[in-house]
């Protein structure tokens, strides 16, 4: 029953509060009547009993508060009436809520937007059975990260290991499909029959691959599609599980289709996207060393990451020793969290921005916080009021913690409303695709965030002018020192001015290196003019050109065709283009010594193809259409690896290229100036080029030309198709599409710092002008006896200007502290700048300089116009 009845209390606490205050007054009252009755009965006048007993009982408000603090629900009744009062209290001042609620809206608001995107990208867990034991095995290869395991080595380790089950293989490939005679390429990937079962996927229709549906030499017959795919192109028919349709010119029975909210999350390194439309069933071939494969595993039983990465290195071992042929190069294999590998390298890049967003709540915090003790400066007199009338010190705290709450649940709200803008601008301003985008969104989740970290700005803000203000006393007000506390207060905003500064340093700091990275990376030697060239992806059915030199005469007609277009100067074909996510790598040396040297980017190339990527050949010649067709066995490489190998002259040199376990002798023919084409950031990674007949692969056209690529595309399609290649053209972006994406992660990050790093500035500059003609307001009367004993104005303009630069000196010697260990931080995502880089620190100190300067001229010009007779007669 004592819950009832403290509930019934509680109630008639809230409803019936002035009743209760009724009564409480009648019981005092009697009290007080009976007191004075026994002191006339002891002899005294009425008038001096009434005396000598409100003397002996002190304030009857403060009884009276002392007595509704004890009641059941009383606390819910005062934060209500301190609620009501707050609000009043704010309306008083539209001004200063307005201003305190957009500062604070721009922090929470930025905070919401990282959050948001950090917790999708990174945090959420992967939305797939126990993702937290699913792993995925890389392999690095003499220094190259993410080279990839062989089909051998995956097929030895599911039968040796002990700390992993489950090991699939999966990668991401093309698949042109053809329903109905019209053409579509989609996102496909091959996976082995493990794969889907592993991720917890049951079909919405049809099956699942099984391992007789895989094929390492033979034929693979059977596909399973994408929930769209189905509804788009079959028509959400039940009767196409059993139908055959045709996929890469061959014809495939469609066993199973996915259920719509099957989410595809796999690493990069797999090149599975989030849009697969179709799945291929793969083997695993036990004799392959074939190296590339995507592996995904889960951790057996409760073997930890660390277990299964002991076991793995003690198998890599035993492949060293039991084959030594084969592991010459040094391998090493690593397992990684799939969440981890999933977020992939954005993880860095987007942990710097959720950083860089608490400064941006923190300069927010420390702005209002200064905003709150200038105003709270000015009601010194009304609290003092308050305690003399009995209100009690905590009373006073808590109603001014109340209206600071207040004020960050309305600036959270607003915070809300531009997070959600924020995650949309963030989206925008990444061209490239952030891992699980698809999930990037808000909930409930970040709605309890944003109340979360509304009440903690609130409370950060609203704490330290609630208690400097909390002890205005009634003898204070009757000295005439009701602004002693604002006395200290005015100290206090100075040291909060300083912190903002300092605070607002560091996110400038980390923009300025990120832009110097930036400019850095554009100006990088590519060896390569993008300018003017147009580059689409040219299919070939190898099934229906299974001969090399087939497929070359139809790259040579399609090339021709393409010269002819108006408007085209020059046509080449070469593969992959630079900075495509698909890249090969090879390892090279001298003839005879291919693992001796290093490791090289390999690309495909046709005659011309140097002329149209602008590409300078230092010395020796170009590929011909002879080399082609009579298969001569030739290399071009660039002139680092000329320089490593063959100082004085490279040409008729031998080159000893290897892949897998076959290594091929070549002869230099032309050397050509360094080319990056695998990563931006990788100056040291070496080029070599080969003609087209000794790695036919998919090829790119590169075309010259001052036509805009969706003008040519067309054209394009049209060539093509006319050629009878079985496949259509896709991708046709200007080359400087691929040079902008190797750079996008880096723009990204600069742009977003220097978004936080202008608010974080421009709120730090505002607090100073705000605390500076608060602080020049108040300091009106010492100004006019200044000028009244013969100061001049420009003096009083110096001195108010010297104060605020002052604190700008020392609030920018302290942020560069912590500015210097922030960069330190990112110096991960920096390119040709050093962490500790003078020129940033120098342009990010004359920056707050100039704002400092911005700032003080209003304040400092209206002091120096001080007129001292109005100044001393206001006083």
């Not at 509930?7 to 205050?21: G, N, Q, Y």
């Not at 009641?71 to 009501?84: H, K």
């Not at 001569?632 to 002139?639: E, S």
């Not at 920096?830 to 004359?846: E, F, M, P, R």
Request: aromatic share 6%; with cysteine; hydrophobic share 50%.
């Amino acid at each position: 029953m004592q819950p009832f009845k403290r509930v019934a209390r509680m109630c008639r606490t809230l409803f019936r509060a002035r009743e209760l205050d009724r009564d409480l007054d009648e019981e005092l009252r009697a009290y007080v009547d009976d007191r004075i009755a026994a002191r006339v009965a002891g002899g005294a006048s009425p008038a001096e009993a009434r005396r000598l007993v409100l003397a002996e009982e002190g304030g009857f408000e403060s009884i009276k508060e002392d007595t509704r603090d004890t009641r059941a629900g009383f606390g819910v009744a005062t934060l209500a009436q301190d609620l009501r009062y707050g609000w009043r209290t704010l309306r008083r001042s539209p001004g200063y809520a307005a201003v305190a609620c957009l500062v604070l809206g721009l922090g929470i608001g930025a905070n919401v937007a990282m959050f948001t995107v950090m917790r999708s990208v990174l945090w959420r867990p992967l939305p797939y059975p126990a993702p937290d034991r699913l792993v995925v095995l890389e392999a690095d290869v003499q220094g190259v990260r993410n080279a990839g395991p062989s089909s051998r080595e995956v097929h030895d380790l599911r039968i040796r290991s002990r700390a992993l089950t489950e090991l699939a293989v999966v990668n991401g490939v093309d698949a042109h499909v053809e329903i109905h005679g019209e053409i579509e390429r989609v996102a496909a990937a091959s996976v082995s029959a493990d794969l889907l079962p592993a991720l917890g996927v049951r079909p919405a229709l049809g099956r699942l691959f099984d391992p007789r549906d895989g094929s390492v030499n033979g034929q693979v017959r059977r596909v399973i599609i994408s929930d769209a795919l189905w509804r788009r192109r079959l028509g959400a028919d039940p009767a196409a599980v059993g139908s055959w349709i045709t996929v890469n010119n061959t014809p495939r029975e469609v066993i199973g289709v996915l259920p719509p909210d099957f989410p595809v999350f796999l690493p990069a390194s797999t090149g599975v996207q989030e849009e697969t439309h179709v799945w291929f069933p793969t083997g695993i071939a036990e004799t392959s060393d074939a190296r590339g494969e995507g592996v995904i595993g889960r951790l057996a039983g409760h073997a930890s990451l660390a277990d299964a990465q002991r076991e793995i290195d003690l198998l890599a071992a035993q492949f060293a020793a039991e084959r030594p042929t084969v592991y010459r190069d040094a391998v090493r294999f690593r397992l990684a969290g799939m969440r981890e590998a999933v977020a992939g390298n954005v993880d860095a890049g987007l942990r710097a921005l959720g950083l860089a967003v608490a400064f941006v709540l923190l300069v927010s915090c420390v702005n209002v916080a200064n905003l709150t003790l200038a105003r709270a400066s000015g009601r010194v007199r009304e609290l003092a009021v308050r305690r003399a009338l009995g209100a009690g010190r905590g009373r006073i705290v808590r109603q001014l913690l109340t209206e600071s709450l207040l004020l960050s649940v309305i600036g959270g709200g607003i915070g809300l409303l531009l997070g959600h803008w924020g995650v949309q601008l963030l989206e925008w301003l990444r061209p490239t695709h952030l891992p699980r985008q698809s999930e990037v969104g808000m909930d409930a989740t970040i709605a309890l965030f944003s109340v979360a970290i509304s009440l903690a700005a609130g409370v950060l803000f609203g704490i330290v002018p609630a208690f400097r203000f909390g002890g205005a006393d009634a003898q204070a007000l009757r000295a005439g020192r009701a602004d002693s506390p604002a006395r200290g207060s005015r100290r206090l905003q100075r040291a909060l001015v300083v912190v903002e500064i300092a605070l607002s340093i560091v996110p400038l700091v980390a923009a300025g290196l990120m832009r110097r990275s930036f400019v850095n990376l554009s100006r990088a030697p590519l060896g390569f003019n993008p300018d003017r060239v147009v580059t689409a992806w040219m299919p070939v059915s190898f099934r229906q050109f299974p001969d090399v030199q087939a497929r070359w005469r139809l790259h040579a007609d399609v090339l021709a065709r393409v010269r002819a277009v108006p408007g085209v100067e020059a046509a080449s074909a070469g593969s992959p283009p630079p900075f495509h996510q698909l890249q090969f790598t090879r390892r090279y040396g001298r003839s005879g010594e291919a693992t001796r040297a290093g490791r090289a980017t390999q690309q495909t190339v046709t005659p011309g193809y140097f002329s149209v990527m602008g590409t300078k050949l230092v010395a020796g010649r170009d590929v011909t259409a002879d080399d082609i067709v009579q298969r001569r066995p030739v290399v071009i490489v660039d002139a680092r690896i000329a320089r490593e190998l063959w100082p004085r002259d490279a040409i008729g040199q031998r080159l000893a290229i290897q892949s897998g376990q076959r290594v091929t002798d070549l002869e230099v023919i032309g050397v050509t100036e360094p080319v990056r084409v695998k990563d931006i950031r990788d100056a040291g990674l070496p080029t070599l080029f080969v003609p087209y007949h000794l790695f036919a692969i998919e090829m790119a056209l590169v075309i010259e030309t001052d036509l805009p690529a969706p003008a040519l595309e067309p054209v394009l399609r049209t060539i093509v198709q006319e050629a009878g290649t079985g496949r259509a053209v896709f991708d046709v972006w200007p080359l400087a599409v691929y040079v902008e994406r190797s750079m996008a992660d880096t723009r990204f990050i600069m742009l977003v710092l220097t978004a936080f790093a202008v608010v974080s500035l421009l709120l730090a500059g505002i607090g100073l002008y705000g605390t500076l003609t608060y602080l020049t307001m108040r300091r009106s009367r010492e100004f006019g006896v200044r000028l009244a004993l013969g100061a001049s104005g420009w003096q009083i303009l110096a001195l108010v200007a010297r104060e605020g630069l002052v604190l700008t000196a020392v609030g920018t010697v302290a942020g560069m502290l912590g500015a210097l260990a922030a960069a330190r931080a990112i110096r991960g995502l920096l390119y040709g700048v050093d962490a500790i880089d003078a020129g940033t620190l120098v342009s990010v100190a004359a920056l707050v300089g100039v704002l400092s300067i911005a700032s003080c001229l209003k304040p400092a010009w209206a002091a120096g116009r001080t007129d001292p007779t109005t100044a001393l007669r206001a006083e």
